[in-house]
């Protein structure tokens, strides 16, 4: 939980007083509210700004729920806390085209701020734990059968 160790309470606070935080932003905190199970605007294409080019996406929800979410004091632990291992597929699919976008990085991410760069990597690293885990609790659960046989 590396990235949500990254995110500290300034940050959140550099987020939370943006008027108009920019677009990649608003995207990386969608994926936060598709984890944590908050509702989210009705999918709309938009023409976004991102590094200064005008890219094609889903126009970002930044609403009210995140207004919430960063006001949360508990927000840090939410994320530290995070029950990766009960992640639900439906889960995984909605935030898929968010992760697989061009333009979700870190490196784009930490131009915009610093919490945001934690933010995409927390984000990336719950699928890349999602599909790994995957492959691994089947094994792990075989080997347990297979102790308990001993």
């Not at 994926?31 to 944590?36: A, D, E, R, S």
């Not at 094609?56 to 960063?70: G, W, Y």
């Not at 992640?87 to 697989?100: A, H, K, N, R, S």
């Not at 790994?132 to 046989?149: C, H, N, Q, Y």
């Amino acid at each position: 939980m590396q990235a949500a160790e990254s995110i500290k309470p300034k940050d959140i606070t550099e987020i939370k007083v943006m008027k108009k935080p920019s677009d990649i932003i608003r995207v990386v905190l969608d994926t936060v509210l598709i984890y944590l199970k908050l509702p989210i605007d009705p999918v709309e294409p938009a023409t976004l700004k991102i590094s200064k080019k005008d890219v094609a996406f889903i126009l970002p929800s930044f609403a009210m729920s995140v207004s919430k979410l960063l006001s949360d004091e508990g927000f840090r632990n939410k994320l530290r806390n995070f029950d990766r291992d009960n992640m639900l597929e439906e889960t995984i699919e909605l935030v898929g085209p968010y992760l697989d976008f061009e333009y979700f990085t870190s490196e784009i991410a930490a131009k915009a701020s610093a919490a945001c760069e934690g933010l995409a990597v927390w984000s990336t690293a719950m699928r890349s734990f999602h599909h790994a885990s995957k492959i691994v609790k089947p094994r792990l659960e075989a080997l347990k059968i297979a102790e308990d046989k001993l």
